[in-house]
C-alpha cells in the first residue's frame, strides 16, 4: 500500500495571496514537470488558458479542468503532486477521485474562497478544508479599515454568482465592514 498523500489547503477571501501560496509551495516541491499536475477550473478566463497568475504578478503554467475532462486520465505514474488553483470552482463531484488519489500516494494541495460573496461555503473548499492534513487560512487587509479580512465584498449589484473579476468587482472586508456593506447595499 501506498502511503496517504497529503491534501494541504490554503483558503480565505480575494485578495489573500492564495495562488501566491500555491505557487510557492508548487516551487518549493522541487519536482520534476512530469510529476507535477496544476488545475485552474475551465471557467476562470481571466488569463490566459495555460497560466496561473496572482495579483502581484507570479505565474504557473496549468492545464484548464473542464466538467468533459476527467482528471484521472491525466495522471501518470510519475503524477507526485497535483494542484488546483481557484477550487471553489471545482465541482464537488471531482472530491471522490481526489480521495483515489490521496490513497494512491499522491499529494494534493488546493487553493481558493472558502465563502461566496454572500459568505456562503464555496463550492468545493468545505469538503477539501473539512479533509486536509494541513489547512491554512489566508487573510487581506480590509478595503474600509485597514484591519484584517475574511471577507470577500461584492461592489456592484451583478446577480450572477460566478462573475470572475478582481479588483473592478470585489473588496476584501472584515466582518464587521463587509455586514455594514451588505445593510447598506453597495454605497459603501
Ligand atoms: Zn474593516
Known amino acids: 500500500m501506498a502511503e ?6 490554503y483558503y480565505g477571501c480575494m485578495f ?16 520534476k514537470p512530469n510529476e507535477l499536475l496544476v488545475f485552474k477550473p475551465g471557467i476562470d478566463n481571466r488569463a490566459a488558458k495555460n497560466i496561473i497568475t496572482t495579483h502581484d504578478g507570479k ?3 496549468c492545464l484548464s479542468l473542464d466538467h468533459e475532462t476527467v482528471l484521472s486520465d ?11 488553483d481557484e477550487a471553489q470552482f471545482f465541482d464537488k463531484i471531482i472530491f471522490s477521485e481526489i ?10 494541495v488546493a487553493a481558493g474562497l472558502d465563502k461566496d460573496y454572500l459568505a456562503r461555503p464555496f463550492g468545493l473548499m468545505p469538503l ?13 487587509k480590509c478595503d474600509c479599515c485597514g484591519s484584517k479580512a475574511n471577507h470577500t465584498f461584492r461592489k456592484e449589484t451583478n446577480k450572477v ?16 465592514c463587509y455586514q455594514i456593506g451588505v445593510e447598506i447595499g453597495t454605497q459603501a
Open 74 to 84: 491525466l495522471v501518470t505514474p510519475y503524477t507526485k503532486l497535483i494542484a488546483f
Open 4 to 9: 496517504q498523500g497529503q491534501l494541504i489547503v
Open 128 to 140: 477539501l478544508m473539512q479533509n486536509a492534513t494541513e489547512l491554512y487560512e489566508l487573510n487581506a
Open 161 to 176: 454568482l460566478v462573475l470572475i473579476g478582481s479588483e473592478n468587482y470585489y473588496e476584501a472586508r472584515c466582518a464587521d
Open 59 to 61: 505565474k504557473h503554467e
Open 99 to 108: 480521495k483515489r488519489l490521496l490513497a494512491k500516494g499522491i499529494s494534493i
Open 16 to 31: 489573500a495571496g492564495k495562488t501566491t501560496a500555491l505557487i510557492d509551495y508548487i516551487s518549493n516541491a522541487n519536482l
